[in-house]
Each structure stands twice: as C-alpha cells, then as structure tokens.
C-alpha cells in the first residue's frame, strides 16, 4: 500500500508545480491516486490539461447528503445469533460531519473520529447512517454491531457542499491513517452520466489498494418525481451501488416494493444499481429521518455486510472486494418479479436483487447442508503476453467448478473491474468526451452440466455478468471467458465468482 500511495505522490509533484506556475491555486494533492485538485480560470486549466502525463481533467460540482424491520429484512439477525457480527472489521463512514458519540446506541468499544481539518464537528446525519451498521440498540441492531467505525469528516458544510477536494482528502485519510477496509459513501455528486474525478478516484482505491465501497443510488432530490440516472460516486465500476427497498415495516419479503423513484442506469454508463436495501422509513441508532426513500440508510447495511464477510473469513475476502461484490451480488434476493411470473431477473432499480446479509454469510462460509454446498466463491486471473507495444490475450477460458443439489435453483455472479485513470482523449481537455474510467475487457459467463448450457445475458456497459436456472444434477463447471475484446493496454485481469444455491419458496 505504502509504495503504490509513494507512486502517486510522486507522479502530482511535476503537475502541482506547473499548476503554480500557471498561477492556478493547488487545493489538494492525492495521496491514493495520481490526482491534484485545483482552481483557477478556463485558460488556465486548458493550459495544464497539455502537460505531460495528465489523462484527464474533470470540473468540480456539487454533492448533497443522500432498524428494526430493515435488519431483520437483511435476514441480519440469522448473521448475528451465528456470531457473524463484523468483528476485526475496519469500516469507514465519510461525510461532512462526524459521528456524536455521545450517542448511547453507537458502539461505544472501537470506534474514532478524525477531520480533513482536524476539527471535529458532530451531526446526527452520520450517527444514523453508522447506526445501521455499529448500532447497538435490540431494537435496531445495525448490520456488524462488532465492527470497528471510523467517523471521517470531509470538513466541508454539513447537508450540502462542494464536492472538491476533501472527499478525496477524506478518503485517503480512512485508508491510510485509519487502515479503513471498508468506506461507506452515502453521497451524491451531480454530474451527467457520472463523469468525475470522484469516480474515477474511487476506483483506482478499490481495485489498487483492495478497499470495500458501497455507495448511493439516489434519492428522490437527486433525480426528480420519475426515474433518473444514477449519478457519482455511484457510477463508479468496482463499488458496490444501493438502491432503496420499501419494506413496509415487515421482517418478510412478501409485501417488499422496490422504490422506483430513482437509480436507473445512467447513459452510456454501467449497469447500476446492482443491489438494493431497506431504505424508507428506517430508524437507527434512536434516529428518524423520514419516510424516505432515502439511499443513505440503504448504504450502509451493504458496508456492514461487507464487514461480516471480513470477520468470517479475513484471509480470503479482507483485501478482496472482487470477490465480496460477487458473493453480495449472488446472494441478493430478488423482489422485482418479470411480467409472466419470473422470479428472477436484471433490473433498473433493484439490481441484480435486494441484500441479503444471511445468504451472503453462507456462501462466505462454503457452508454444507444435508451434505451439499449451499454457495462458494473464488477469483482467476487472466494473463496477457506482450507482443510489442501491446498485451494480446490468447489464454483461452478459466474453469471453477460449481457444487449444488438437483432441483435446487442456482445462481452464478461473476464481476470484474475498470482500471480508471487510462486514456487521455485525443482532444485534450473535453468536459463533454467521456473517454476515462471504461472497461478495458469484457467478459463473459457460460454454465454447463449435465447437457445443459447457460449463459450470461448481458454484456455491454456492464461488468457484472450471472446466470440462474434449477440445477438437474450435482455438478456444474462455470466458465469465464473473454468475450468480445481485450484492450492491448491490460497485462492482466483478474475476475470474482460467487454462487449460490437454494430451495426457492
């Protein structure tokens, strides 16, 4: 971590100084990612976009702020009475303000609080939000009562500012100050179709230091009475992005609606929302917000689910968030049923399908029952040979191998991530050419067995491909292949899988 964090420090010093020379006033310079932050006019950033080694240059807009029947509709209360609680988990909750624990609901034995100033100032908007994964109330248990929580304060306004630089500041503050494995992001930057530096930042963190984001969908202010796109951070390829679940104030699924007021794919961008939580109505921590929907609550239930998964099985999955996505995304369950009776399928604003806490420890378990697999999970890694001056992909498919039981429905996630920070356009600066943070591979995923074969059925836009049928016999070999391109600039992409399989009731 130390020498990628060296490498990016390094790789600003040069442009800093250009941007001083130009007359340009540097606000902040990345300590996680090779990005400075600065003001000044149109001429001069036009300026500093022609010097060597800037990729991109992003304008600076606005963000805003985005349990007792949520927990239990996470199934969060089978994780608790197993032990599955977050213990030795690191979670970071970053927002304008910090946690007031002075509040009797919070964790009280590890938690801190720091500030990109150094100032701490308390509001009751980050208690609720980390109620819902240290809470400590019965009543309304957060999600890993036994994580550590990290309260980060950006330092900026509280309920709305810039989004400028102490969202990166803070960021990197969590990760490298507070050893954060995991950060919750319950904000909202308006940006057309997700183009900012704020993405971008976040994933180069999550696929080059190995840290766990989930991060919002939307609210209602941010995209309006109809359905809007998701905007960034979650846009953003390698995070895991929130939807909102109305649930009614039942601990069951059956009456569950998916809110359908925002978080749709935004244009030209990646499938997103891939998940969804409880997030209308929700009290945390002792604290009421409202009706909602509101993605801040529904966020950090994903966070906390990626804190279990670290306390179950830390040597696996605690630098791994290709493969928690893929567990998290494999065990959702699905409430937005296709016309004819489907039970499952992709959708706009539910993902993939709604968390489930329960399911997600399972399959982190490989747990067995009646001496069949009810889940697994694991990574590959394709390698490219260099030919002179790119990488070619000639390796063919990787296999793993999926273990169920016949008449069992089976669900098989596999996700892979964006490398960030690639490409310069050929124009030079263009807010309006959005040629950073894309894929540069796409794969693909096909299940057989027994003479049956299933295969994904998405593919562009998107870097999460799966598949669900009733298994007929005990053994599956999933494969995972490139399809349709490899970009000669990637030496090497590793992918997560994750399956799980069920009695459907």
């Given at each position: ?31 996680l ?20 080694g ?16 949520a ?11 197993n ?54 109330l ?94 960034s ?21 059956a ?89 499952y ?56 191998t ?14 892979w ?25 796409d ?21 999460v ?18 399809y ?15 399956y ?6």
């Open positions: 971590m130390r020498a990628w964090s060296a490498s990016a420090v390094k790789a600003t010093v040069p442009v800093a100084q250009e941007a001083r020379r130009l007359g340009m006033a540097v606000e902040y310079a990345g300590r990612a090779p990005v400075i932050w600065v003001t000044g006019t149109p001429q001069q950033v036009r300026a500093l976009a022609q010097t060597d800037i990729l991109d240059v992003y304008p600076s807009q606005q963000t805003s702020l985005t349990m007792s029947i927990g239990p509709t996470d199934q969060a209360d089978y994780s608790y009475a032990g599955h609680r977050g213990a030795g988990s690191r979670v970071a909750v970053v927002e304008y303000a910090n946690v007031d624990w002075s509040n009797g609901h919070l964790s009280g034995s590890c938690h801190s609080s720091d500030s990109t100033t150094g100032v701490i100032v308390t509001h009751n908007h980050p208690a609720w939000v980390s109620g819902a994964i240290v809470g400590q019965a009543s309304q248990r957060g999600v890993a009562p036994s994580a550590c929580l990290i309260s980060i304060g950006t330092g900026g306004e509280q309920g709305g500012g810039t989004d400028d630089w102490r969202i990166l500041a803070a960021i990197d503050l969590a990760v490298l100050e507070h050893d954060a494995q995991v950060i919750n992001l319950s904000i909202v930057q308006n940006t057309s179709a997700g183009q900012s530096a704020l993405r971008d930042y976040i994933d180069h963190v999550v696929r080059t230091y190995g840290v766990h984001v989930a991060a919002s969908g939307g609210n209602p202010e941010q995209c309006g009475d109809t359905p809007g796109p998701v905007l951070p979650g846009t953003a390829w390698n995070v895991v992005t929130v939807g909102t679940l109305k649930d009614r104030r039942t601990t069951t699924w009456d569950d609606v998916v809110n359908t007021k925002c978080s749709v794919d935004p244009p030209g961008g990646p499938f997103k929302p891939e998940v969804s939580a409880p997030g209308t109505d929700v009290t945390s921590a002792g604290i009421y917000f409202g009706t909602g929907p509101l993605a801040s609550i529904a966020v950090p239930q994903v966070a906390g689910t990626f804190a279990q998964l670290i306390g179950i099985n830390p040597g696996e999955l605690a630098a791994s968030p290709i493969r928690t996505k893929a567990i998290i995304l494999a065990a959702s369950h699905v409430h937005m049923v296709a016309a004819g009776g489907e039970p399928r992709l959708d706009d604003e539910e993902g993939i399908g709604s968390l489930t806490s329960k399911w997600s420890d399972i399959v982190a378990k490989r747990q067995v029952y009646e001496g069949y697999p009810l889940g697994g999970f694991g990574r590959v890694q394709f390698d490219a040979t260099y030919q002179g001056p790119c990488y070619e992909y000639n390796g063919g498919w990787k296999t793993f999926i273990s169920t039981k016949p008449g069992r429905y089976v669900r098989v996630v596999v996700d991530f964006s490398h960030a920070f690639y490409n310069k356009g050929t124009n030079g600066y263009d807010p309006a050419d959005i040629h950073s943070d894309q894929l540069r591979t794969l693909d995923l096909v299940v057989t067995g027994n003479g049956e074969t299933y295969t994904s059925r998405w593919h562009n836009g998107y870097n491909a799966w598949v669900q049928f009733v298994a007929s016999t005990d053994t599956y070999t999933g494969i995972i292949e490139v349709g391109g490899w970009s000669c600039t990637v030496a090497s992409e590793p992918a997560g899988w994750a799980v399989s069920w009695n459907w009731s």
